[in-house]
């Protein structure tokens, strides 16, 4: 099937140029860092997660998101899901490739990536993250192909494919319960060290994972002859609906024990994050935007009537992945590490070649998910016709 990547329009060949021109960008600035190492980042003695592991994070949340399909789909049978599921899984899989890149370009050297499987710590929780989303990626990878080319060939996927499926649904909720568990786990940073902090983002993830999907279903839609399918796309919709709900209450229940029951090292990170302190509030206005975003997301999403209309949807899905973004791909290192334990205030700011060398990791993404998705919707144009 692979050879269905390579025919397409001149659209398809000009956005796929343009992103190997993004990666072309974020690798040369990527070899400036391997040259000259992490201190062309904005990453301190106080600050040792940037900008990188928040991307880490904040993906990781979209890959667990397309269980949002896949359960469904193969656990309650709800038919109507067949149209989007491959696509969820592809999701998935571009997801976790970035995943890993991030992780590798936060290394420094890539060979200490075979520090992990070399010398393995199993009371290390980065360990059993490197072994949840490998296992991860090589699940989606071999259920999405295997069933993909089982209907490309009008038959019912292979029996040994089952225990896969199943096996791929609690793996999903796993990849970002451990996640959670790097951050939840240390016990010098109050901002992270909370019960609830798996939940959350669990509940993020399974707003901004369908969130894109429905993006890339309309885009799909408008781009190629393959329609996912009207309820499909609003099935979806009312998923991201709880989802962010969800999210929005759990850090309103955070901000409740924090404050009600005055905790001073937790406090300060979220006056941090949303009022500022000590004279420093670069992440300010990105919180007040986050939130405001999610909340207007609720407000359309919840409502039948706006969420029923594809262009309020758009806007809904795109506040929504944005809100999240905000929240976790940026917020939440910097709310962890700043202030210090020893309360000293040494604000994080990533620097141009950081967001260069990001920008290149996620044009990888979504060079793959490209690639991925032409394939899926080829073979479900073949079938079709």
């Not at 699940?139 to 494919?161: P, T």
């Not at 499926?165 to 909720?173: Q, R």
């Not at 790097?182 to 369908?210: D, E, H, K, Q, V």
């Not at 262009?311 to 973004?325: D, H, Y």
Request: glycine share 8%; with cysteine.
């Amino acid at each position: 099937m692979l050879e269905l990547a390579i025919k397409g329009s001149k659209k398809y060949y000009g956005w796929m140029a343009l992103l190997l021109g993004i990666i072309g960008i974020g690798f040369l600035v990527y070899l400036k860092q391997l040259d000259f190492g992490l201190g062309i980042t904005g990453m301190t003695r106080d600050v040792s997660w940037g900008f990188y592991i928040a991307q880490f994070t904040f993906l990781v949340g979209v890959a667990a998101g397309g269980v949002m399909v896949v359960l469904p789909y193969y656990l309650h049978d709800y038919k109507a899901f067949g149209k989007v599921t491959i696509l969820g899984e592809f999701l998935a899989i571009a997801s976790v490739v970035m995943c890993l890149l991030f992780i590798i370009v936060d290394l420094g050297q890539p060979s200490r990536i075979f520090n992990v499987p070399l010398y393995p710590t199993l009371n290390s929780v980065l360990f059993w993250d490197m072994i949840v989303l490998n296992v991860y990626l090589f699940l989606n990878i071999i259920i999405g192909w295997n069933v993909l080319e089982a209907e490309r060939n009008n038959v019912h996927y292979q029996a040994w494919l089952k225990p896969l499926i199943y096996l791929s649904i609690p793996w999903a909720v796993s990849i970002h319960t451990v996640t959670a568990y790097l951050y939840c786990g240390l016990p010098g940073r109050g901002f992270w060290m909370t019960a609830i902090l798996a939940p959350r983002f669990l509940s993020s993830a399974f707003a901004a994972g369908p969130a894109l999907l429905i993006l890339l279903c309309l885009i799909i839609r408008r781009v190629t002859n393959y329609d996912p399918g009207k309820e499909q796309i609003q099935s979806l919709a009312k998923i991201v609906a709880y989802a962010i709900t969800i999210n929005v209450f759990f850090f309103l229940c955070e901000i409740f024990v924090v404050f009600y029951s005055q905790v001073p090292e937790h406090m300060d990170h979220i006056k941090y994050l949303f009022f500022g302190l000590q004279g420093h509030g670069a992440y300010v206005p990105w919180m007040w935007t986050s939130m405001v975003l999610m909340l207007i997301s609720i407000i359309l999403l919840v409502n039948p009537i706006t969420r029923k209309n594809e262009g309020v949807l758009t806007v809904a899905c795109i506040a929504t992945f944005v809100g999240t973004w905000i929240d976790k791909g940026l917020g939440m290192i910097s709310g962890g590490f700043v202030p210090s334990p020893l309360h000293h205030v040494n604000e994080y700011i990533p620097t141009i070649p950081e967001i260069l060398i990001a920008l290149g990791v996620w044009a990888t993404g979504f060079f793959v998910l490209t690639i991925l998705f032409k394939i899926a919707v080829s073979v479900k144009e073949e079938v079709r016709g």
